[in-house]
C-alpha cells in the first residue's frame, strides 16, 4: 500500500458520470454486438462472436471491477439466451459471465501490454474470453445433449479456437474506433488523461481527527473549467454538530456539500485534490451508494428526489432496491414517517401533499437507511416562513432528539441560526471564517462579506454598538425569542422602544420587557 505525507498533494481525476459510464458504454456496445450477432453471414459454418468482443471492448474502455464486469457478463447471456439458435441456449448463463471475467482480469492485471502506444489489451482479451467462454459453453453442450467424445474434441473445441483467432483480429478492430467515439463525448478519458487518472485503491489514506467528517485540503475543479469551485478547504464535523454553511451564490456552497455525499467527484468528475473522509473512509476508496447509507442529502430540488406514487412506496423503494426484508422495511417506513410527523399519510398520493409535505416526505425516505449525517443543500428556498420555521423545528428534533449530525447549506440565515452551533463563512472556494454563531456573524458584518445574510436583529446590535451602545445580548443566537437588550456605556438604561424585523414584536428598554 501506498502513503500519502501530504494530502494536499493528492490527486484525482474522473470522467463526469465516471462511476456508472461502464454501463452506459457497455448497454450501447452490447447492442451493436446483438445487431451483428442476428446479421452476420456464417463462412463455412463459422462466425465470429460479436457479443464476446463488443462486451470485450465495453471492459478494455472502461475498466471496470470484477462485480461490474460479472453483471456485464450476465446482461450479455441473457441477450444470447433469446437470441441463440444452439441446442442448449441457457449455456450462455455460464460461459458469457467466465468470459467477462477472464477480460476482466486482463485488463486489471495486463495493463503495461503495449507495442509503442497500442494496447494488446484488445487482443488479448478478445482471443483468451472468446476461449474460455466458448470452450466452456461447448463443454455444457457435450454433456447436456450427451455430444460423443469425437465430436468435442475433434470438431467442437477446434471451432473454438478459430472463434477465438477471429476475435482476437476483431476485438481491436472494433476497439479503437469506439474508443474514439467515446472519448470525443465525454464518456472517456483522453490519452493524455488516462496518465493522471486514479481510484486511490493502492493508497493508504486515514483522516487526521476523528471527526464524522473530515474535509483535508480540498480543492476543487468541474470538468472543462479551468478555475477551482472550492480552494484549499479544511472543515470537520463532529459528532452532534448542527452546522450551517453559508455565502454568496457561486461561493462553492453546493459543492462543498456534494464532496460530503461523494457526488463530488465520483459523478459529476474533475480534478479533486485534497481529501474528503467520511466516518474515516476517503470518499474517493468508496462509493456513492455506500456514502448514501453514512450521509443523507435533501437537494434544494427536492421534487426531483421523489420517484414513487405513494408515501409508503416512496420510503420502501430505497430499502427494497438494498435488499432490505419486508419486515425490516415495514418498521422502517412507520419509523421515519413518525418522525417526520407523516404517519396519516401513509397511503397517501404523493401528488396529493403539499410542498412542505413533499419535503417531509423526502425527509423521511432519507431517514429510511438510518445515516448518521444528514445535509440539507438550501432546503427553504421554495417554503414561506411559517413553512420554513417547521422545516427548522423538525431538523432541530432531529439532531437533538434522534442525534442526527446537520449540515445545512444556507444563504438566508435568519430562521436557521437559533438552531445551530456553529457557523462556516465561504467565499470564493475558501473558508473565510469557521466558528460559533456570534464570531462569524461579527466577521461576515465588520468585513462586510456576505452581509445580507446577517439576520437584522444582530445587525442592529452591531449598528447600535457602533454607536457606542454596550449590549447585553440575548437575541435570536441563544434562542428564538428575538428580543434584543441593550445599554448605554455607563449601563443607564434609556427610554426607547425598538421594533424587532418579521413580527417579532417590540422592546421598550424603560420597563426592561418586551412588548
Not at 415495514?330 to 414517517?337: F, G, N, R, Y
Not at 452581509?451 to 452591531?462: E, T, W
Amino acid at each position: 500500500m501506498k502513503t500519502v505525507e501530504h494530502i494536499s498533494e493528492l490527486e484525482f481525476h474522473h470522467r463526469q458520470g465516471g462511476q456508472f459510464r461502464w454501463v452506459t458504454v457497455s448497454t450501447l456496445l452490447l447492442a451493436v454486438g446483438t445487431i451483428l450477432h442476428l446479421v452476420s453471414p456464417s463462412v463455412a459454418g463459422v462466425t465470429p462472436n460479436w457479443t464476446i468482443a463488443t462486451y470485450c471492448v465495453a471492459i478494455c474502455l472502461t475498466g471496470p471491477s470484477y462485480r461490474q464486469a460479472l453483471g456485464i457478463g450476465l446482461v450479455a447471456a441473457l441477450v444470447n439466451v433469446l437470441t441463440s439458435k444452439s441446442g442448449f441456449p441457457y449455456g450462455n448463463l455460464v460461459s458469457e459471465p467466465l468470459g467477462a471475467l477472464t477480460c476482466a482480469c486482463i485488463v486489471n492485471n495486463l495493463s503495461f501490454l503495449k507495442i509503442r502506444n497500442y494496447s494488446l489489451l484488445p487482443t488479448l482479451s478478445g482471443f483468451l474470453a472468446t476461449c474460455i467462454s466458448g470452450g466452456a459453453f461447448v463443454t455444457i453442450l457435450k454433456f447436456v445433449l450427451n455430444l460423443p467424445n469425437e465430436v468435442y474434441f475433434a470438431g467442437m473445441l477446434p471451432l473454438v479456437g478459430i472463434i477465438g483467432l477471429l476475435n482476437g483480429v476483431i476485438t481491436p478492430v472494433m476497439y479503437f474506433p469506439a474508443y474514439r467515439l467515446f472519448a470525443s463525448r465525454g464518456f472517456l478519458d483522453s490519452a493524455e488523461e488516462k496518465e493522471y487518472i486514479s481510484d486511490h485503491r493502492d493508497y493508504e489514506l486515514k483522516p487526521a481527527s476523528d471527526a464524522l467528517i473530515s474535509i483535508e485540503h480540498l480543492s476543487y475543479i468541474y470538468n472543462k473549467q479551468k478555475t477551482p469551485v472550492l480552494q484549499d478547504v479544511n472543515l470537520t464535523v463532529h459528532k452532534g454538530d448542527f452546522l450551517v454553511v453559508t455565502g454568496e451564490s457561486g461561493s462553492g456552497k453546493s459543492t462543498l456539500c456534494l464532496s460530503m455525499t461523494g457526488a463530488v467527484p465520483h459523478y459529476f468528475g474533475g480534478v479533486m485534490k485534497g481529501m474528503v473522509f467520511v466516518k474515516g473512509v476517503a470518499t474517493t476508496q468508496t462509493t456513492i451508494a455506500d456514502l448514501a447509507s453514512r450521509v443523507g442529502t435533501m437537494l434544494d430540488d427536492y421534487d426531483s428526489q421523489l420517484v414513487a406514487v405513494t408515501v409508503e412506496e416512496e420510503i420502501a423503494f430505497s430499502l427494497e432496491n438494498m435488499g432490505t426484508a419486508a419486515d425490516e422495511i415495514e418498521a422502517a417506513v412507520k419509523t421515519s414517517l413518525k418522525k417526520v410527523g407523516l404517519s396519516a399519510y401513509r397511503t397517501r398520493r404523493i401528488s396529493d401533499l403539499s410542498g412542505g409535505q413533499r419535503q417531509r416526505l423526502v425527509i423521511a425516505g432519507v431517514l429510511a437507511t438510518d445515516p448518521e449525517i444528514l445535509v440539507f443543500d438550501e432546503p427553504t428556498s421554495a417554503l414561506d416562513p411559517e413553512g420554513t420555521h417547521e422545516f427548522y423545528e423538525l431538523v432541530h428534533d432531529l439532531n437533538v432528539k434522534h442525534g442526527h449530525t446537520i449540515i445545512v447549506i444556507e444563504h438566508s440565515l435568519e430562521a436557521v441560526i437559533p438552531y445551530a452551533n456553529r457557523l462556516v463563512l465561504l467565499e470564493r472556494g475558501r473558508i473565510l471564517c469557521d466558528g460559533d454563531l456570534e464570531t462569524t456573524l461579527r466577521y461576515m458584518y465588520d468585513n462586510d462579506v456576505c452581509k445580507s445574510a446577517v439576520p437584522q436583529v444582530f445587525a442592529c446590535q452591531l449598528d447600535f454598538e457602533k454607536a457606542g451602545i454596550r449590549s447585553a445580548v440575548r437575541s435570536c443566537m441563544s434562542g428564538r425569542c428575538g428580543i434584543l437588550y441593550f445599554y448605554f456605556r455607563n449601563d443607564r438604561k434609556t427610554k426607547g422602544r425598538y421594533d424587532l424585523p418579521e413580527g417579532g414584536g417590540q422592546y421598550d428598554t424603560g420597563s426592561d420587557r418586551a412588548i
